[in-house]
C-alpha cells in the first residue's frame, strides 16, 4: 500500500511540475535549473496587485479577451519563494532577440511591486537576505546536532535473538 502510494505522489508531481509543451518540443523548468529571469515582489504586495502584475505587465490581455497571453519572447513563468519573499521565474525562448528581452526586464524593472531582478540563475540557489540565511543555517546545522544527540543505539546480544 504504501509503495503505491509513493507511486501515486511520484505522479501527482510530474503531472503538476512546470511543463509546457511547445513545438512538439516539451520544456522543464522548476527552482533547481537555471532560468533566464527571476524577479522578487516586495513585501506587502498584494494578490490584486500580483495580478494585475501577470496580466498587464508580463503578460497581455489576447485579441479574443480570453486571459492574457506572454510577453513576446517568454515561454515558461512559475512561481518561486524565498526566504519570505514571493517571485516569479521565467524561461525565455531558445530564439528569442535582444529586443524582446530587453523589453521584458524593462517592463519588470520598471513595476513600483518588484524587489529584485535576477538573470541567469538557479532560484534555489538565490540568496535575498545574507543575515537571514546565515541565521538558518546555523538553525539547521543545530537541528542536525540535536537529532545525533538524541538517537538511541540499541545494542542486543545476537546470541539470544537466534
Known sequence: MRGGFLILIALLSLLF????????????????????I????????????????HDNVVGRQRDDGRGTDFLDGMQVKFQVRNQDYEGYAIDLRKNVTQEEREN???????SPLIYKVFENVVPNEI???????????EELERTKQDNRLTKAIVVTDSDKNK
Open 127 to 137: 540568496v535575498l537576505d545574507h543575515k537571514k540565511a546565515k541565521q538558518e543555517k
Open 104 to 110: 521584458i526586464l524593462q517592463a519588470i524593472n520598471s
Open 38 to 53: 527571476v524577479f522578487y515582489f516586495k513585501k506587502g504586495t498584494t494578490n490584486d496587485e500580483i495580478n494585475y502584475f
Open 17 to 36: 511540475s512546470c511543463r509546457q509543451q511547445v513545438n512538439d518540443e516539451w520544456i522543464v523548468s522548476n527552482p533547481d535549473l537555471k532560468v533566464s
